[in-house]
C-alpha cells in the first residue's frame, strides 16, 4: 500500500480537504465591547456623568463611576469565558502518522487530508475520522467520546472517531472525514459557541435596568422641563445661565433612579464567593456559576469519573469445583495481576492475592478485547499447566457441564458485576514461535480440555465520599439522574452502591427515540420523566437528555470528566468538570472540581445560597431607592418645583443607606434555603417601601417650600428625612441582627451625625443651616414613616408564600 503522493496531499489543502480544525468562538473582543458599552442605559447615564464634566460639576459626577465598573466587569466576564474556550481541543496530538508514497511520515495534524492513511499503533490518538482497512489485534479506547469503559476491538470496515486512543495492537486506517466534519470538530464547534450561564440573579437584574431604561427617557422629559420651568421657563433659563442648575438638578433626579451599585455589589459578592471556592479546590469559570448549584434541582451525573473513582476493585471470588480456591490458583491469579501486560481490570488482583508461583511461566498470553481472554502457562511446580482468564461466554463455550457456571455469570452479569472466569488445563503451552520480520505472529487459540475453576467479579471503586454527597443533595431535594455511556446493568449497580434508590437495570439508550423522527421529542420527554438511570449513552444523546429535563421544568447540572459529556455539560444550566477530566470537558464547564473530590459540591450549594440570599436583600435595598427617585422625579416635575437634591447630596445619603452597608450585607453568612422567583419577591418589597418613603420626603419638602424657606435649607431637610427614613429600610434588611448588622446600621446612623458635624462636609455638600422647627418636622416625619415601614414589612411577610 503505497497512501497519497505529494502532489495529492497538495492538490487537498488547497481544497480545503485538511484537517484544520474551526477556530470560532462566536462573538470577537469588540462585539463583546459594544454589547457592553454601547446600551441605551449606559447611553442616558454616560451622557448625564459627562454633561456634569463639561459644565464643571466633577463633585456631582461620582455615580459615573459606577457605570465604568459595570461596563469593564461585563467585559472581563465575557472576555474570560471566550478566552476559555479558545483553548478547548478535542485532539491533542500535535502530529499524526501517515503512509505517503509507501513511506510512514510525521505530519502535523491539520496537515492529514481526506484519503490519508493513517498508521496507527499502541498510544496514537487518531486525529481524524477513518475507516480501518488493515488491522492486527488493534483495540481501540473511546471512553472520553463515548464513555464506553472498555477497549473495542477494531477490524477492517470499523469507523474510527477522532480523538479516541489505540490502547493495544496497530493497523492502517483511511481518513473518511477531516477538519469541520469530523466527530472532533463537531462536539469542538458546538462547545466552543459562546454562551453565558442562565442566572437568574443577572437576569432579573438585566430585566430591571431594561425597565428602567424604559423610564427614563418619559420620566426624564418630565423632571426636565419642571427643573426649566421651576428656574423660570426655558427662555429665561437659558438666557440668564440659570439652565446650567436646572440640568444639574434634572441629572440628580434621574441619577436617582437607578441601581447603579446594584449590578456591581452583586459582581462583587460573586466574586468573593468564587475566591472562597477557589480555596477549597474549585475553580469558578464564570461568577454567575456561584448561584447555579443553588439553583439546581437536577443533577446528572456521568459515572466513570464522578460516582467512581475510574478504578476497578476486586469484588468477590467464587470457586466452582471445590469449597476453597487452591494455593496454586491464588498463586496464578497473583501472577496475573502483578503482570506488567495486565490490564486494569486484572490488576485489581493485586488487592488479595500478593504470593505468584516461584518458577518462571513457559508462556504468557496477554488480555485482547478480540479474544476477551488471556493465559499463562507453567510447565512444573504446583501451578503446572495452563490457566485462562477471561470472558465466561467465550473462555467455557466448548466447555461441557459449564451451564451453572455461566448463569452464576449471567447473575452477576445482570447485577452490573464485571465478572471473569478462571479456567485450568492440564496441556503445557509451547514457547511462542518467533514471526517473520515485519510481520506479527498469529492470533493464538484457546487451549483445550478446560475446566472452569471460578467465578472473579470486579466492580468499579466508587467513590467515598459519592454516597453522603448524594445524600446530601436528596435531603435538599434535588433529584439525580445518572447518564453514562457504559453498560446499563453496570451504571445501574454503581448507583445502587452509591445510594440512588433504583430497581433493575438501568435504561438502554439504544432504546430512545430516533431525534429525526416526528414526536421524538414528546417521547424523550416522557422517558425522561420516569427514569434516573441510563447506559449506553452517546454524546448527542446526553445533550437532548439535558435539554429534555429543561423543557420538563428542571434546572439541571451536569458533571463528568470525558469529552463525551462535554455536550450536556455545555447546555446544562451548570456544567461541573473533574480536575482529572479531559481538556475540553474541563474548558467548556463553568465549574470545575480541581482536585476531583465530589464532596466538594455541598460547599458550592452553600456559597450560592450565600450569594442569593445577600443579593436578594440588596436588590430590595437598591430597589427601594429606585422607586422613590422615580416618585421625586415625577411629582418634583409635575409641580414644577426645583429638585431638592444636588447629585452629590443624593451621593452622600446612598453611601450611608445603601452603598457601605451593602459591602457588608453582601458577603454576611446566609443559609436560607433557595426560592424562585427573587425579582417577583423584591418588587412585593421595595414598591411599598419605597412609596413610604418617597411620601414622607415629599410632604416634608412641601412643608418647607410652602413656608418660603431657602433651596439650601430645603435641601438640608430633605437629607436629613431622606437618609432617617430609609435607613429604616436599612434595620428591616438587616434582620435578624448579629454583631455585624447591628454594628452596621449603628453606624450608618451616626454617620448623619459625623457629617453635619463637619464643617468642610457641609460646605462640599453645600447644605444650609435649618431652623429647629424644620429640623423637628423632618425628624418626627421621618419618625412616623419608619413606622409606616414597619407595620408595611410585617403585613408583606404574613402575605408572603413560604
Not at 438585566?206 to 421657563?233: D, E, F
Not at 485450568?424 to 518467533?434: C, G, K, Q, S, Y
Not at 444523546?541 to 455539560?569: E, F, I, W
Not at 456559597?607 to 422625579?633: D, P
Request: net charge negative; aromatic share 6%; charged share 20%.
Amino acid at each position: 500500500m503505497q497512501g497519497l503522493g505529494a502532489a495529492e496531499v497538495r492538490e487537498r489543502l488547497e481544497r480545503g480537504q485538511g484537517n484544520a480544525m474551526p477556530s470560532s468562538t462566536g462573538r470577537s473582543f469588540w462585539r463583546i465591547m459594544q454589547a457592553n458599552l454601547f446600551t441605551l442605559f449606559n447611553l442616558i447615564v454616560g451622557g448625564a456623568f459627562a454633561l456634569l464634566l463639561v459644565l464643571g460639576y466633577w463633585q456631582d459626577a461620582l455615580f459615573g463611576l459606577f457605570v465604568i465598573a459595570n461596563v469593564v466587569i461585563g467585559v472581563a466576564q465575557e472576555f474570560r469565558a471566550k478566552i476559555t474556550l479558545s483553548r478547548l481541543a478535542v485532539l491533542n496530538a500535535p502530529k499524526a502518522r501517515v503512509l505517503r508514497e509507501g513511506t510512514t511520515v510525521e505530519a502535523p495534524t491539520a496537515e492529514v487530508v481526506l484519503d490519508d492513511i493513517l498508521v496507527l499503533a499502541a498510544g496514537d490518538q487518531v486525529t481524524a475520522d477513518a475507516e480501518v482497512i488493515e488491522a492486527h489485534g488493534l483495540d481501540v479506547d473511546e471512553s472520553l467520546l463515548t464513555g464506553e469503559a472498555d477497549p473495542v476491538a477494531s477490524g477492517p470496515g470499523r469507523e474510527l472517531m477522532s480523538g479516541s486512543t489505540v490502547v493495544a495492537g496497530s493497523g492502517l486506517a483511511r481518513v473518511i472525514r477531516v477538519g469541520g466534519d469530523s466527530y472532533a470538530a463537531r462536539i469542538t464547534a458546538e462547545a466552543k459557541q459562546f454562551s453565558l450561564v442562565r442566572s437568574e440573579l443577572r437576569g432579573g437584574i438585566a430585566r430591571i435596568i431594561r425597565w428602567i431604561t424604559v423610564l427614563l427617557l418619559p420620566v426624564g422629559t418630565i423632571v426636565v422641563n419642571g427643573q426649566m420651568q421651576a428656574a423660570g421657563g426655558w427662555a429665561v433659563a437659558i438666557e440668564s445661565g440659570a439652565w446650567r442648575e436646572a440640568a444639574v438638578a434634572a441629572t440628580a433626579s434621574l441619577i436617582a433612579m437607578i441601581p447603579q451599585g446594584l449590578v456591581f455589589m452583586t459582581s462583587v459578592a460573586l466574586a468573593v464567593g468564587a475566591v472562597k471556592l477557589a480555596q477549597h479546590e474549585v475553580l469558578v469559570q464564570e461568577l454567575a456559576a456561584v448561584e447555579g448549584l443553588a439553583r439546581v434541582d437536577m443533577l446528572c451525573l456521568d459515572k466513570t469519573g464522578t460516582l467512581t473513582e475510574g478504578r476497578m476493585v476486586l469484588d468477590g471470588v467464587e470457586p466452582l469445583r471445590a469449597t476453597d480456591l487452591t494455593p496454586p490458583a491464588q498463586a496464578v491469579l497473583a501472577w496475573m495481576g502483578a503482570d506488567r501486560d495486565a490490564n486494569a481490570t486484572t490488576r485489581a488482583l493485586v488487592e488479595r492475592f500478593t504470593e505468584p508461583p516461584t518458577e518462571q511461566p513457559v508462556r504468557a498470553i496477554e488480555f485482547s478485547s478480540r479474544r476477551k481472554w488471556s493465559a499463562v502457562s507453567f510447565a512444573d511446580g504446583p501451578a503446572r499447566g495452563t490457566w485462562v482468564l477471561g470472558a465466561p461466554d467465550i473462555v467455557l463455550a466448548d466447555v461441557p457441564d459449564s451451564e451453572d457456571a455461566l448463569l452464576r455469570f449471567d447473575e452477576r452479569a445482570t447485577a452490573g458485576e464485571r465478572t471473569v472466569v478462571l479456567a485450568r488445563t492440564d496441556v503445557v503451552l509451547a514457547p511462542p514461535i518467533e514471526a517473520p520480520e515485519g510481520e506479527r505472529p498469529p492470533e493464538p487459540d484457546l487451549p483445550a480440555d478446560l475446566t472452569a475453576v471460578a467465578l472473579v467479579s470486579f466492580r468499579e471503586k466508587v467513590r467515598d465520599d459519592a454516597h453522603e454527597t448524594l445524600g446530601y443533595f436528596r435531603e435538599q431535594e434535588v433529584e439525580l439522574c445518572v447518564i453514562s455511556g457504559d453498560d446499563p446493568r453496570t451504571v445501574a449497580a454503581v448507583a445502587r452502591e452509591a445510594g440512588i434508590q433504583h430497581d433493575g437495570p438501568g435504561f438502554d439508550a439504544r432504546q430512545l427515540p430516533d431525534p429525526d423522527q416526528e414526536g421524538s421529542e414528546a417521547e424523550l420527554d416522557a422517558i425522561m420523566a420516569e427514569h434516573r438511570v441510563f447506559g449506553r449513552v452517546t454524546p448527542e444523546q446526553k445533550k437532548a437528555m439535558v435539554l429534555s429535563l429543561q423543557r420538563l421544568g428542571h434546572t439541571v447540572a451536569m458533571t463528568g470528566d470525558g469529552v463525551n459529556d462535554a455536550l450536556a455539560l455545555k447546555h446544562a444550566d451548570l456544567g461541573i468538570a473533574m480536575g482529572s477530566g479531559a481538556a475540553a470537558t474541563r474548558a467548556v464547564a463553568r465549574l470545575v472540581l480541581l482536585d476531583g473530590q465530589f464532596s466538594r459540591l455541598p460547599r458550592v450549594v452553600a456559597e450560592g445560597r450565600q450569594v442569593i440570599a445577600n443579593v436578594e436583600r440588596l436588590a430590595k435595598l437598591f430597589l427601594s431607592k429606585t422607586t422613590y427617585a422615580i416618585l421625586f422625579a415625577v411629582v418634583f416635575g409635575a409641580l414644577l418645583w426645583p429638585f431638592p437634591f444636588l447629585p452629590r447630596q443624593l451621593s452622600i445619603v446612598d453611601g450611608l443607606t445603601i452603598g457601605l452597608p451593602a459591602l457588608v450585607l453582601a458577603l454576611l453568612p446566609n443559609i436560607q434555603r433557595y426560592r424562585p422567583g427573587f425579582l417577583t419577591r423584591a418588587a412585593r418589597f421595595c414598591i411599598p417601601s419605597g412609596l413610604v418613603v418617597g411620601g414622607t420626603l415629599i410632604s416634608v419638602v412641601a412643608y418647607a417650600y410652602l413656608g418660603g424657606y431657602a433651596p439650601s435649607v430645603v435641601q438640608t431637610a430633605a437629607v436629613i428625612t431622606l437618609t432617617l427614613t430609609a435607613l429604616w429600610v436599612l434595620v428591616i434588611l438587616s434582620r435578624p441582627f448579629t454583631w455585624i448588622t447591628s454594628l452596621v446600621v449603628v453606624a450608618a446612623y451616626a454617620g448623619l451625625g459625623v457629617v453635619f458635624a463637619i464643617p468642610a462636609a457641609v460646605d462640599f455638600l453645600q447644605l444650609g443651616a435649618a431652623p429647629l422647627d424644620l429640623v423637628l418636622v423632618a425628624v418626627g416625619a421621618s419618625a412616623i414613616g419608619s413606622l409606616l415601614l414597619e407595620v408595611m414589612h410585617r403585613v408583606v411577610s404574613r402575605s408572603d408564600p413560604r
